[in-house]
């Protein structure tokens, strides 16, 4: 019999669902409060006004890890809202540990693949920021192409963009940050905020690692794009 899988919505995932422990805390906390804080994937459009009950800035963590740095970034910002994506159930029910301890309003989460959630939930011109800290470095040379910040997913983020909106991405591989600042510098509709690599901006906390690293003499590249009404060739 014929194989009749459609695969033209398939894509290079730039992650792996490992089997990482969940402890019964954070499995808890995903019982409990993901009815509350997350969003099921589905493929539709989700009205964001209405799943964060109110009109604010509205800007998109993909990739949170543990969630620390997401949690501490909207705990200092209740103006804006944070629509935060991971795959990892520990992580998960760690960022909701942390909403519950520290009511954390302005967050919902939704376990899904970035990607996807782009293509299939998000509105062009819906969101005013996208975060995208320290994502995989796939940093064997042959694993490069699961690298998730390339021209096509650059490309599909933008559209998701309101003018004016941001790109902030954040890693410490070298040649992944000097990936990033050829794709991003590439897209037409963005332009870099900095000459090349920019100050790390107040309102992205240092993780411990990332302080632990700085101590031993390692690099840290933050990359902050704006989006243009109309691109660098005057063209929308």
Same mark, same amino acid.
């Given at each position: 019999?014929?194989?009749?899988?459609?695969?033209?919505?398939?894509?290079?995932?730039?992650?792996?669902?490992?089997?990482?422990?969940?402890?019964?805390?954070?499995?808890?906390?995903?019982?409990?409060?993901?009815?509350?804080?997350?969003?099921?994937?589905?493929?539709?459009?989700? %009205?964001?006004?209405?799943?964060?009950?109110?009109?604010?800035?509205?800007?998109?963590?993909?990739?949170?890890?543990?969630?620390?740095?997401?949690?501490t970034i909207a705990l200092?910002?209740?103006?804006?809202?944070? #629509?935060?994506?991971?795959?990892?159930?520990? =992580?998960?029910?760690?960022? #909701?540990?942390?909403?519950?301890?520290?009511?954390?309003?302005?967050?919902?989460?939704?376990? !899904?693949?970035?990607?996807?959630?782009?293509?299939?939930m998000l509105g062009d011109?819906?969101?005013?920021?996208? !975060?995208?800290?320290?994502?995989?470095?796939?940093?064997?040379?042959?694993?490069?192409?699961?690298?998730?910040?390339?021209?096509?997913?650059?490309?599909?983020?933008?559209?998701?963009?309101?003018?004016?909106?941001?790109? !902030?991405?954040?890693?410490?591989?070298?040649?992944?940050?000097?990936?990033?600042?050829?794709?991003?510098?590439?897209?037409?509709?963005?332009?870099?905020?900095?000459?090349?690599?920019?100050?790390?901006?107040?309102?992205?906390? #240092?993780?411990?690692?990332?302080?632990?690293?700085?101590?031993?003499? !390692?690099?840290?590249? %933050?990359?902050?794009?704006?989006?243009?009404?109309? =691109?660098? %060739?005057?063209?929308?």
């Open positions: 019999m014929a194989d009749t899988t459609d695969l033209s919505n398939r894509h290079i995932r730039s992650f792996v669902l490992r089997q990482g422990r969940v402890s019964p805390a954070q499995q808890r906390a995903c019982e409990m409060l993901l009815p509350r804080f997350g969003i099921p994937y589905a493929a539709q459009p989700l %009205d964001l006004t209405q799943a964060f009950g109110r009109n604010a800035p509205k800007i998109l963590e993909i990739g949170f890890g543990m969630g620390d740095s997401t949690a200092a910002h209740p103006e804006n809202d944070y #629509l935060a994506l991971e795959v990892h159930t520990p =992580g998960v029910g760690n960022l #909701l540990k942390l909403i519950d301890a520290q009511q954390i309003g302005n967050i919902r989460i939704i376990q !899904h693949d970035a990607v996807e959630v782009l293509r299939d011109a819906a969101l005013d920021g996208a !975060h995208i800290f320290f994502p995989d470095p796939w940093h064997k040379a042959r694993h490069n192409k699961r690298r998730l910040i390339q021209a096509t997913f650059v490309a599909q983020l933008v559209q998701k963009l309101k003018p004016g909106g941001y790109i !902030h991405a954040a890693t410490d591989w070298q040649d992944y940050a000097e990936q990033i600042l050829a794709v991003l510098g590439a897209e037409p509709l963005l332009e870099n905020t900095a000459a090349d690599y920019a100050p790390r901006p107040a309102y992205r906390p #240092l993780t411990k690692f990332e302080q632990r690293g700085i101590n031993l003499g !390692h690099g840290v590249w %933050d990359l902050v794009f704006k989006k243009h009404p109309r =691109g660098r %060739d005057g063209h929308a």
